[in-house]
């Protein structure tokens, strides 16, 4: 089972008159890179955060969006500054006196200058917050998991039938090569006959000359190593798991043979054949990029 690199996640988790909201989306990386949006209380969750996503997640660009929402009556608490209103009322006695004026100040009065009342945010569980914050992340993961999954299923049908196609095209080219070679004599023995004319024909020197030109366009090594490559990436896809990084490798390594087959062939329905491996090499690898 492999996993695309692109998915997406989200989960509500609501407890305690508290709900979290938790939502992931990604793209292709070549590491992973998780970027994380939070509000400012919870920042000293980041680290926890990061540490449950690596559970779920090995490769790809990760957008984390994270929200809160308090609903609890006590989450905020009305506090008396004595220490405010004592110097308020100090300075208002000390007015009074300088300038001979009445005192009127009352509590009402005095009560509405800043910081006498303030609100305070109460001190919250920060256990019982990474719970339930911890279940909305799960959530969402376990969905953006499925997600990538379902993608991968697509994926790994697509890329099964580019390489079964591309073992079509090394079959050929492994079924022309010796008909190169019987044509390439055919047409020698035929030159040579006609410059000779009723002369004897040098069957050795003919062999020479076949046996060098065999050699320049054998590409048997090149076909061997692209039917090992084209297979591992088949069992490779079979097998799943985080295997995007091998595959690239492997892409790189199908597209030097193919390239070599086609520097070394002299025969058009090869270099035919050859740009055509090239080709879904190339659609192959843009599909690798994006398995995790």
């Keep these: 089972m492999i996993k695309s690199m692109t998915g997406f996640g989200r989960c509500e988790a609501l407890e305690n008159d508290r709900k979290f909201t938790a939502e992931l989306k990604s793209v292709n990386h070549r590491y992973l890179d998780i970027n994380i949006k939070i509000p400012k209380k919870l920042g000293f969750f980041e680290n926890a955060i990061r540490a449950l996503l690596k559970e779920y997640i090995q490769r790809g660009k990760v957008d984390v969006f994270i929200s809160y929402e308090d609903y609890t009556e006590e989450n905020y608490a009305l506090k008396y500054n004595e220490e405010v209103a004592a110097a308020y009322l100090k300075h208002f006695n000390r007015i009074s006196e300088e300038f001979h004026l009445e005192n009127d100040i009352r509590t009402s009065t005095l009560a509405r200058f800043p910081e006498v009342f303030t609100m305070e945010e109460q ?3 920060e256990k019982e917050l990474w719970a339930s914050l911890e279940k909305a992340l799960r959530g969402a993961c ?11 299923k697509r994926l790994a049908a697509d890329l099964l039938s580019k390489l079964d196609t591309m073992l079509g095209y090394v079959d ?19 030159k040579v006959k006609e410059m000779l004319g009723d002369r004897q024909m040098d069957e050795a020197r003919i ?22 490559h084209v297979e591992a990436t088949k069992a490779a896809v079979k097998e799943g798991g985080s295997i995007g990084r091998k595959l ?16 070394k062939t002299t025969d058009l329905e090869i270099s035919d054949i050859g740009i055509n491996l090239k080709t879904d090499i190339e659609k192959v690898r843009e599909q690798i990029q994006n398995i995790e």
């Design 172 to 190: 050929y080219i492994e079924k022309r090569s010796p008909q190169i070679l019987s044509e390439y004599r055919k047409r020698l023995e035929e």
């Design 142 to 152: 376990e969905q953006f998991v499925e997600s990538r999954i379902a993608e991968g």
């Design 248 to 263: 690239d490798f492997i892409a790189q390594e199908m597209n030097r043979e193919a390239n070599t087959i086609l520097s």
């Design 207 to 228: 062999v020479t000359e076949v046996t060098i030109f065999a050699d320049k366009i054998c590409v048997d090594e090149e076909t061997v190593r692209l039917r090992s």
């Design 123 to 125: 001190s919250v569980d």
